[in-house]
């Protein structure tokens, strides 16, 4: 991996936004910003804020999901703790299906689905995240000779471009780590297509800034609207929509009209799907967490008892610079949640920043098998690069968990969406407690 740039484009400040709702206000003609978001990072605040969406994921939800307003009471604003798995797809899947049966909540459920899918299909093709990294270096590269690149993209992260829609969602993202997903499809397309910077470095702003930030679901949605994951068919942003779907509070000039998608290699062909190893219950064990699961609950329910628990947050791995505060706190304060919420189950926790730690720790607990939830293509597998044969080698097992859900969506997510998407009914079925 490459050193960590301390450079940062969105000099001013962050606001802190957990545990309360905050307003933040920008200053002067930039674009009138106004945030009232609380994401609070434990899973009582995700579960109250999936209680509090229910009653609208049917019809509120269909008619106006695609409309950014101030506030986004129209979407459920659940990714933060999906990302993390502080709450889980399941159990998204399973309580709206219970409130309003699978038929009438289909809008919704299709949109849970897309994150599945995305990890699906990045998990069977993980070079394409390989080869993401690689170009986002060699874009950074071209800044440092390129002044003109430079002082754009400085530009953009700041939200000083001059393009008022653009400009105020840079600023939203920066200062409260959540954008509407049409808003971040606008922004996508206008970074690429309008200001003509390279699509490696924006999926890298929002990856540092979101707090939902995914491997998966960011890298390929930016491809997505750049033409290269659906081929040839690229998103352009266009004024009319943008009007209509923020309810003429934005009304663009000047917009890239007329523009080709780009060029990539063809997609790789299919990997293997993940399996999960056994666990052996008569060898001493250790529980490894990382930011992408923290919803041990199954593996303790079916009978893992942790002599020892050791966490791993490799969100400093999201970004080529130095990843957003707000970001690092959330995951920081999501992972110390689980633990404390579980403390009486885990037996004594130990923080590693990286795989000589986790031998370190696994060593000094006399573990015999280290088992952990599959962590997903990104940067905590990245920081758990070659655990498995450090640990054999220490006379260690390492027995990593699929979830069905993950297994289930890996199978199925060989082609498009909407090939995908017909195994949504076995996605609900298996969701289901």
Not at 40 to 51: H, K, Q, Y
Not at 194 to 212: E, I
Not at 345 to 357: F, K, Q, Y
Not at 366 to 391: F, I, S, T
Request: hydrophobic share 45%.
């Amino acid at each position: 991996m490459p050193a960590r740039h301390e450079h940062d484009a969105n000099a001013g400040g962050v606001s802190s936004i957990f545990g309360q709702s905050v307003t933040v206000a920008s200053a002067g003609a930039r674009s009138s910003l106004q945030l009232m978001i609380a994401f609070t990072p434990t899973r009582a605040a995700g579960l109250t804020r999936l209680e509090d969406f229910l009653p609208h994921a049917v019809g509120n939800y269909a008619r106006r999901r695609n409309f950014d307003l101030p506030g986004h009471a129209n979407v459920s604003r659940m990714s933060p703790w999906l990302r993390h798995r502080v709450v889980t797809e399941a159990e998204v899947i399973a309580a709206v299906v219970a409130r309003h049966g699978p038929e009438m909540a289909e809008k919704f459920l299709s949109e849970v689905t897309w994150r599945l899918y995305f990890k699906g299909w990045l998990e069977r093709r993980p070079s394409v995240w390989a080869a993401y990294k690689i170009e986002r270096q060699a874009a950074w590269n071209r800044m440092q000779t390129e002044s003109g690149l430079r002082h754009q993209w400085e530009a953009a992260c700041r939200g000083e471009t001059g393009i008022a829609c653009f400009d105020h969602w840079a600023q939203e993202l920066t200062q409260s780590g959540y954008l509407h997903n049409h808003a971040r499809m606008w922004c996508a397309s206008i970074w690429i297509f309008t200001l003509g910077l390279p699509w490696t470095l924006g999926a890298d702003f929002f990856l540092r800034h979101l707090l939902d930030g995914d491997a998966a679901s960011n890298t390929l949605s930016w491809r997505w609207v750049a033409g290269l994951q659906t081929r040839g068919k690229h998103y352009l942003a266009q004024a009319d929509n943008i009007a209509t779907y923020t309810d003429g509070r934005f009304a663009p000039t000047g917009l890239a009209e007329d523009a080709s998608a780009l060029n990539g290699p063809p997609h790789p062909p299919l990997g293997p799907c993940p399996t999960t190893d056994p666990i052996q219950a008569d060898l001493r064990s250790g529980l490894l967490l990382t930011e992408d699961d923290l919803h041990p609950d199954p593996l303790l329910a079916n009978g893992l008892a942790p002599v020892a628990t050791a966490t791993l947050q490799a969100t400093t791995g999201r970004s080529i610079l130095v990843s957003s505060a707000q970001a690092v706190d959330f995951t920081r304060a999501a992972i110390a949640d689980c633990t404390t919420r579980l403390t009486d189950r885990l037996g004594p926790i130990t923080a590693c920043v990286d795989t000589d730690e986790i031998l370190h720790w696994a060593s000094a607990h006399r573990l015999e098998q280290v088992v952990m939830h599959n962590a997903a293509v990104g940067p905590a597998r990245d920081a758990l690069e070659g655990l498995r044969a450090k640990l054999l080698d220490h006379g260690v097992r390492f027995s990593v968990q699929v979830r069905p859900l993950d297994a289930l969506a890996s199978q199925h997510a060989t082609a498009g969406f909407y090939k995908f998407r017909a195994a949504l009914p076995e996605i609900i079925a298996l969701a289901q407690p």
